[in-house]
């Protein structure tokens, strides 16, 4: 298996893990947008992986 589809069944599996996923996704890409370099899209990653980190941690 690749790392995508571990992460893909870890949030599969752990439901609260995707729902955090998303709302630091949001976040993140809130956060982003008045900085020109990062942008929302990397913002959104930044956040999406930080919250897996986050979640993965707690396990």
Same mark, same amino acid.
């Given at each position: ?20 996923? %998303?709302?630091?996704? @949001?976040?993140? =890409? ?6 020109? +370099? ?5 913002? %959104?990653?930044?956040? @999406?992986?930080? =919250? ?6 707690? +396990?």
């Amino acid at each position: 298996m690749s790392k995508i589809e571990d992460i893909q069944n870890d949030v599969k599996s752990t439901p609260d893990l995707g729902k955090s996923m %998303a709302k630091w996704s @949001a976040l993140g =890409a809130v956060v982003a947008i008045p900085v020109p +370099v990062i942008g929302p899209i990397f913002g %959104a990653l930044a956040g @999406a992986g930080y =919250a897996y980190y986050k979640g993965k941690k707690k +396990v």
